[in-house]
């Protein structure tokens, strides 16, 4: 039986990961603060990584709360912010499937706005929101989005936030991919362009590795007060001891060069997969990312992804049916992931993928 070769996962291979310099940071963390690193410590996230990412941020330490990955961060967010049971919620469509998860399971009326090769369609925003939409906060993931690929570009950003302003709602910008693009010029986070009308999240799981499980919110100071209450009451206090790697980690200039070699992989491998996507199931339609972990592509009505789905392992091929990030349809959409996949494997595992989904079309009668 051939190796499986797995498109599903976010996760960048452990070869691009860089194992000896997280040793050499643990060990740094361990001598440098043993005490504040192997306390309990306070809801507020190790204090050095705090005024660390308060300095990258151009803010206050009060506007940081660092969190137990950045979906804690979301979890202790959607507690704050919906309040009761059919609190309006846009998210984008597709979106992530935690957070729709996340959503659904606090009782959040949530309306999905389709998400176009550049962004969320702020037009059908405009239009829903014209016609008596009233969202407490909108979810977007800005750069590369997870699971559609795209990025929203300055004047949507732009246009984003005047709608924020003018109907009274909040943006959750949702980023932890910001920093692992490989093609085009940095854009400046919602956050930074409107912080009065921005929650800002983001990861170190996507730059250093997800075991860390260190991520972040920054908000207006009052925000933080509130979810830092609700830190304290879930757990008292993060992971000290990955945080504290984390932060030695970025101080000694470790983190850049991580970054670097990240996204030159993912680079390298997304193209190799939209190449082979073109040759192997040139039916597909997708964005040709430039950053980030995934791609989404589109398929005819006849190839049912659904099906494929579940006869994947019989192809040694994983990705994820589209169906997943969306609240109803998806059936001919899946997501691949190209972070975990290694160079060599991509071309044979886009082979095996159309193998399997060209093995699951309807015949039309």
Known sequence: MADAISFSRGAPSVDIVDIEGLRAAADRAFTNDPAGMTAYGTAVGYVPLRKWLAAKHGVAPENVIVTN????????????????????????????????LGL????????????????????QLRSALEGGLRPTFAHIIPNFQNPGGSTLPLEKRKELIALAEEYDFLIFEDDPYRDVRFRGEELPSMYELAPERVVYASSFSKTVCPGVRVGYLVGSPELIKKIVTRATNTYIAPDMLAQAIVYEFAVSGALDT???????????????????????????????PDGGYFLWAELPEEYDVETAATKMAEYDVAFVKGSDFLLEGGRS?????????????????????????????????
């Open 258 to 288: 991580a970054v670097a070699r990240v996204q030159e992989a993912l680079r390298e491998r997304c193209d190799l997969l939209s190449d082979g996507l073109q040759k192997y199931l040139p039916e597909a339609k997708f964005v040709r």
């Open 69 to 100: 990955g950045s979906m804690q961060a979301d979890a202790f967010l959607f507690d704050e912010l919906i309040d009761a049971a059919g609190t309006q919620v846009v998210v984008e469509k597709p979106s992530y499937d935690r957070t729709l």
């Open 333 to 365: 959409s899946l997501r691949l992931a190209y972070s975990a996949v290694t160079a060599d494997q991509v071309d044979e595992g886009v082979q095996r993928l159309a193998a399997c989904l060209n093995a699951h079309k309807t015949v039309a009668h």
């Open 104 to 123: 659904t399971a606090r009782g959040a009326d949530v309306t999905m706005i389709d998400l176009e090769a550049d962004g969320i369609d702020t037009a």
